[in-house]
């Protein structure tokens, strides 16, 4: 006799709970590997947040207005201007030197960011060690 799926039957929001249920702890576990790779123990998640944004919203040029990174942050985390000035002044410092800001060519108010060549090395080989090492949801 065929064995029907636990979800049958059920009313759509407790399917959505079971789907929750499922997704939260993948989703949460992924976020916290990919994290890990990122961080390395030499930048803060906010920075590591910064990296990723520039690095998947960038132009071909490779720049991100700074107003968007702050407008993203904002909404991910508890950020103000003056910290996301910190966070990015200590990605272009010594001895991480991982992003580069300048004025815009739009505007001479408005700044720019992007990733030096270094940090553009640096996140493809993060994710290849990542996955070389197995999936991502899996415990480590």
Known sequence: MRRLPACVGLKPRALVGELLGFYYPVHYRTGMDLESVMCQGRISRKQAAIL???HSRGVPQGW???KEIEARLVSWFES???SISKLLRGLSKPPLSLVKQ???????REKVVRLTKRRSLVIPWA???KTRRGPLCTSS
Do not use: K, Q
Request: charged share 25%; net charge positive; proline share 5%.
């Open 52 to 54: 990723w944004l520039i």
């Open 64 to 66: 991100v207005r700074r």
């Open 80 to 82: 103000s201007n003056s």
């Open 102 to 108: 300048a004025e815009s060519p739009d505007s001479g």
């Open 127 to 129: 994710i290849r060690s």
